[in-house]
């Protein structure tokens, strides 16, 4: 077998892993009756070996198996066919087709033989190919017995991919071996390179590091009002498809967000203590007096008890460490259990009694507290510390993910340890003020959680932090973090509580501001305040407290109702007994028209102050009122709600029921006047204007409120507007809007707040809209004619009737992209069935109604669109809301494939954000189809056709056996001429007293210029012979001329030459050696064309000719002579170089300099070794 180098072997394996995954993708994908998965084996147990073959083969069904598990059971098939594959081809079974298709067949009837039984062990005979399966059912129909149709639906597969796949590795081989000298040369991979390129492709682990306001989640308690009968919890676990359990005295409850149901039909699960679920998805369920339950696909796989070896049938705590174990705390003893046999018990620890909690890290240690208030260190299956020398009684325990180990006690200390040499070391302290008995510690996020009797907190930067529980306060045992982020509490005697994160921010409930009606909202010299019936609030930016100053301590009872901030940063306070209130950024603060109840400031484009009073509006500048507008100046009712400005001039003032006053001015100095009052009978909705908005996507138009509607007013050029009431707008009573560049519009109303689109709601038409209420996290009701604060990051500072909200205008849907669902039952004719995703669900023929039972995991405050389709059925989606979900019945399904789609769409229900998709079929009788019966008869015809084509080629490979050894006898006889005529050669030479081995060094030389040339074996072969033949003709010359021992005369010189003439005659009949004759006579033509003896030049001289010249001649010239010694090489090189082009051809010039050069040719060498005795046979 050939050497490869280490990257070499890596690029085998990987593209034969490729080979085998990406083939059976392909055959699954096209539903081929081929398997297409072992090309990649057999390459590599032909390149690498029968073991290297088995290891891709096996590691190919593995990574199939995560698309497909049926594949993991058949990897026994792949070793079995990689060693026979990778000991045969090592003996030539690759060499020939007839041996190739044999090796086929032989691997088909192994693949067969061990594919039979694990299909009818596993699959009930089931082929695992639509093909097989048609197979089966057609002899099945024929009544043919099961054995033997199994076996014939596994040899129709089998069969053909096994002929298939290794006449395409034998069609590789013999291609490669075609194309490899013409490959161009590739660069070495350096393994730095194979390194590199794993590192950026392995995944880094990354950690959270910022803390969530959880203090702004909503609560939602579950008791025996809505979902939890016996209002209590003890435990809560995630499994990895996202479906909560909880575990109460009452049994098991599984939740998916939607409904709580009682799993009554596990019948070894009544009262649950605790619930683990580890790596693989494995639920552990510890009862308290049942033992322990393993549930995998909501289905019980194992129950130890005290029968089967634990301490006591009363569980109180589980957990795996990091070596695989599982710690399993009774309320005997604690006991250590192993899963490599089948979970079993391998060691006690009774020092460990009533575990209560149990907690991993990395390193193999394990940490328990018991009842009793001890701590202990476990270091695999033995005790290594406990804290009988620290004089506490301890709670909880659990290990950090950075190692440290966090332990409270009963003083409500919470301790930090480091585990050394097994034991823990104490390094810090925790104070957890108004903290009482912590019962469990959690780390999820990196976020350290403490559940205790009076309720829960969190530890941020080393400080605890109480999360806000409201009434759920008492007894929190336990936590969870479901996949959405939200928290989930349990508590013993309350049920459970869940804390959902909410696009809402009650930011007066993280500053701990007392309830209160907030009218406006505002940033004031950096910090936020808020104008509410009792004063004016305000919270620090940088720490989020509540502030108090000199401002809020002024206004302190006082009836805040508007906050303005000007353009140079004050602030400007609308009162309702202290007037306005200016107050400067340098702390001056400036009180202006006390006595009057002010509703509303607007600073106008000039820096004018217009505010709004309860009888009339007042102009100020510089801290004066400089006008009055009131009834008496055409306001029909005085009292001004609302204020805008329109193109920097015309003021825009609303009226609590007298419509809307158009006001501006012609100059600078002259006073401001009501040009016009819109009212009801010009359109408006109601002469009662809450608020107007200009349009920010078209500077003509504006938004106009009313009491009862939403109008919009669009004005030309000339002054003049179009009122329209958009009564396409689903809701009445609303308070203010936003509009966005994005074309959102956020409308404020008694509500909530709606998000509708501009282009939408000014077209008249019905609108999709979305409403951002209590159940989406709004706290409390927005305030009517409130004002609120948006800064340029989108985040609007909401008044709201108990505090204030902030929502981001632009993120606030940021949480609707997390969901899962699934498919997880299906009814067949009533009868439940369990449905894997990724595994086709297959419905048998005769079904007459299939029930899909769909599910949405969402635990979210959100209740999203749910799309429905049925591909294949279906003309279209059906669309809903989740609490409208329900399960879909469909009849009479025709035989075939079919999708089901679940996806969740967007806030308006249009654009899909997840989506799930089950493929079901509904098998149907391939064979009742003409191109199934058609493959029956091609591959039985095929498998004739081989059998017969076997038989006749073994005849025919006898035959050829029989005549190569007639050839072989032929060859043994031509060998006996060839050798004859090398004698004759050899007494040539003899009779040449001058040349001393001419001939033969002749021939070598000739050699290495033709393999430079490219011949191949064969013909380097004949241009030896020839070169060895070459002199034959000097038979014919006398011994006087030819063993003369001074220079010829020209007499004897024109003698000499006709050794050519004579060699080619002696040889042109000698067809053994082809070309022989030419370069017997034609070796002493020059390329120029005055050689001898016919004067043929350049490329008229054959080749072999020219080749055996320029040989002859370096011989002639290196070789020592009975009339003078060899030349000095330097001279012949210059030779050879003056010579180029007129005695020798260029072309063989520059190959005989390069072989000279590179110490190829070697005369010293090739004269020794033409002194040894050599013949044609030993070549």
């Known amino acids: 077998m050939k050497t490869y180098k280490p990257y070499q072997v890596v690029l085998i394996v990987f593209f034969s892993m490729f080979a085998n995954v990406g083939g059976r ?32 083969g096996v590691s190919g069904n593995m990574i199939h198996g995560l698309l497909n598990p049926i594949s993991y059971v058949y990897s026994i098939t792949a070793v079995f066919i990689a060693f026979i594959v990778g000991v045969l081809a090592a003996r030539g079974w690759l060499n020939t087709l007839l041996k190739t298709m044999s090796l086929s067949v032989l691997v088909t009837l192994v693949c067969v033989l061990i594919s039979v039984v694990l299909n009818a062990v596993f699959y009930d005979g089931d082929v695992g190919n639509v093909w097989g399966n048609s197979v089966v059912e057609l002899f099945e129909s024929w009544g043919t017995p099961k054995p033997v149709r199994i076996v014939l639906g596994q040899f129709y597969i089998d069969f053909l991919d096994k002929v298939f796949t290794l006449v395409a590795l034998f069609i590789f081989i013999r291609v490669y071996r075609v194309l490899k000298p013409f ?10 390179l194979i390194l590199l390129f794993l590192a950026i492709f392995i995944p880094q682990k ?4 910022s803390i969530k306001e959880y203090n702004s989640y909503v609560h939602t308690i579950y008791n025996k009002l809505n979902g939890l009968p016996g209002s209590k919890a003890n435990d809560i676990a995630s499994t990895n498809d996202g479906i909560l359990w909880i575990g109460t005295y009452e049994g098991l409850y599984r939740h998916n967000g939607h409904e709580f149901r009682l799993m009554t039909e596990f019948d070894s699960i009544k009262a649950v203590r605790c619930l683990y679920v580890d790596d693989e998805g494995r639920l552990f369920v510890g009862t308290n007096d049942n033992g322990l339950s393993i549930i995998i696909n909501e289905s019980i796989m194992n129950v130890i008890e005290e029968k089967d070896g634990l301490p006591a049938d009363a569980i109180r705590s589980i957990t795996r460490g990091s070596n695989g174990l599982y710690y399993v705390g009774t309320a005997e003893a604690l006991a250590v259990l192993s899963n490599a046999d089948g979970l079993g018990i391998v060691k006690t620890l ?61 003083s409500n200390r919470l301790m930090v340890f480091e585990v050394k040499e097994n034991k823990a070391e104490f390094l810090s302290e925790i104070k957890c003020t108004g903290v009482r008995h912590i019962n469990s510690i959690s780390f999820y996020d990196d976020v350290m959680f403490l559940c205790a009797d009076n309720g829960a907190g969190y530890v941020e930067n080393g400080v605890y932090q109480r999360i806000e529980t409201g009434v759920f306060n008492n007894s929190i045992d336990n936590m969870t973090e479901d996949y959405q982020g939200n928290l989930w509490f349990t508590s013993s005697r309350l049920g459970l509580l869940k804390m959902c994160s909410s696009s809402f921010l009650d930011v007066y409930a993280l500053a701990e501001l007392p309830e ?32 108090k100053n000199e401002l809020t301590a002024l206004l302190s009872n006082t009836r805040v109702r508007c906050l303005c901030i000007a353009e140079d940063g004050s602030m400007w306070i609308a009162t309702k007994a202290r007037g306005l209130v200016h107050a400067y950024t340098n702390g001056k603060i400036v009180s202006i028209g006390k006595g009057h109840q002010f509703r509303v400031a607007r600073e106008l484009a000039d820096g004018t102050i217009a505010a709004g009073m309860s009888d009339g509006l007042a102009f100020v500048k510089n801290d004066q009122i400089v006008q009055w507008l009131s009834d008496k100046d055409g306001l029909e009712n005085p009292q001004v709600l609302t204020l805008g400005q329109k193109d920097g001039s015309l003021i825009l003032a609303g009226t609590d029921g007298g419509g809307l006053a158009l006001i501006s001015k012609e100059g600078e100095e002259t006073s401001y006047s009501i040009k016009r009052l819109i009212k009801r009978s010009d359109g408006l909705s109601s002469n009662v204007i809450l608020r107007t908005v200009n349009d920010s996507k078209d500077p003509s138009g504006v938004f106009v409120i009313t009491s009862n509607s939403i109008n919009y007013m669009a004005f030309d050029q000339a002054g003049n507007f179009k009122v329209k009431s958009l009564s396409n707008f689903p809701f009445s009573n609303n308070y203010d809007l936003v509009v966005l560049e994005n074309n959102n519009v956020f409308v404020l109303s008694s509500a909530g707040i709606f998000v509708v689109n501009r282009d939408e709601l ?17 706290r409390g009701s927005l305030t009517a004619n409130s004002w609120n604060y948006i800064d340029e990051e989108g985040n609007l500072y909401l008044s709201c009737d108990t505090g204030a909200s902030r929502i981001n205008l632009n993120t606030y849907d940021k949480a609707e992209h997390s969901y899962r669902m699934q498919m997880k039952s299906v009814l067949i004719d009533g009868r439940r069935h369990i449905v894997q995703k990724d595994i086709p669900f297959v419905i048998p023929a005769e079904t007459d109604t299939l029930e899909i039972v769909p599910e949405i995991i969402n635990y979210s405050i959100n209740t999203p669109y749910i799309s429905l389709f049925f591909e294949g059925l279906d003309e279209k989606p059906s669309v809903m809301l989740q609490n409208d979900l329900s399960s879909v019945i469909y009849t009479n399904l025709r035989a075939g494939e079919y999708k089901f789609h679940i996806a969740v769409l967007d806030s308006k229900g249009r654009n899909i954000l997840e989506e799930s998709v089950y493929t079901i079929q509904k098998t149907y009788r391939m064979f009742d189809n003409w191109w199934f ?61 001058s040349t001393g081995r001419h001939a033969y060094r002749v021939a070598e030389y000739a050699v290495l210029i033709a393999r430079e040339l490219g011949f191949t074996e064969e013909e380097q072969t004949q241009i030896r012979r020839t070169g060895l033949l070459h002199d034959i003709g000097k038979i014919g010359v006398p011994d006087s001329v030819l063993n003369k021992p001074a220079e010829l005369n020209d007499e004897e010189y024109e003698i000499m030459k006709t050794h050519t003439i004579i060699g080619g005659e002696i040889m042109k009949d000698f067809t053994l050696i082809p070309h022989v004759d030419e370069g017997a006579k034609y070796h002493h033509e020059r390329y120029d064309g005055t050689g001898y003896p016919t004067g043929l030049k350049g490329e008229e001289i054959p080749l072999n000719a020219r080749i055996i010249g320029i040989a002859d001649a370096f011989d002639a010239m290196t070789a020592t002579r009975v009339y003078r010694k060899a030349l000095d090489m330097d001279y012949v090189v210059s030779e050879l170089k003056r010579c180029s082009g007129t005695q020798f051809d260029p072309g063989l010039v520059k190959i005989m300099l390069s072989l000279i050069a590179s110490g190829k040719i070697n005369v010293s060498k090739t004269v020794e070794e033409s002194a040894q005795p050599e013949t044609e046979a030993k070549r």
């Not at 490959?183 to 730095?192: R, S, V, W």
């Not at 208030?373 to 325990?397: P, Q, V």
């Not at 406006?520 to 305000?538: E, K, P």
Request: proline fraction near 3%; include cysteine; charge should be negative.
């Open 25 to 56: 993708v392909i055959a699954d994908f096209f539903k081929l009756p081929l398997w297409m998965d072992s090309f990649g084996t057999f390459f590599t147990a032909y390149t690498l070996g029968p073991i290297c073959g088995a290891i891709v």
């Open 183 to 192: 490959l161009p040369k590739i660069l070495k991979i350096q393994p730095a």
């Open 206 to 209: 990354t950690y959270a590091s």
């Open 350 to 410: 009774p020092q460990i009694q009533t575990a209560l909690t149990v907690s991993p890290d990395e390193k193999d240690h394990v940490a328990a507290v018991t009842a009793g208030g001890s701590l202990f260190i476990m270091t695999g299956t033995e005790l290594s510390w406990s804290s009988s020398e620290i004089s506490e009684n301890f709670t909880a325990a659990s290990f950090s993910p950075d190692g440290y180990l966090y332990a409270s006690t009963e």
């Open 516 to 547: 209160s009606v907030v009218n406006s909202t505002a940033r004031f010299n950096g910090n936020f305040y808020f104008a509410t019936d009792n004063g004016l609030m305000a919270i620090n930016s940088e720490n989020g407290k509540a502030l």
């Open 762 to 778: 000014l077209s008249g038409r019905k609108i999709d809209y979305e409403l951002l209420d209590l159940k989406k996290g709004l």
């Open 933 to 993: 019966l058609f493959y029956i008869l091609a591959v039985a015809m095929l498998a004739i056709i081989w059998l017969t084509w076997f038989i006749v080629s073994g005849f025919q490979e006898r035959r050829m056996e029989k005549q190569r050894a007639e050839m072989e006898s032929i060859r043994h006889q031509i060998r006996m001429g060839n050798e004859t005529i090398f004698s004759i050669a050899n007494a040539v030479e003899a009779r040449d007293k």
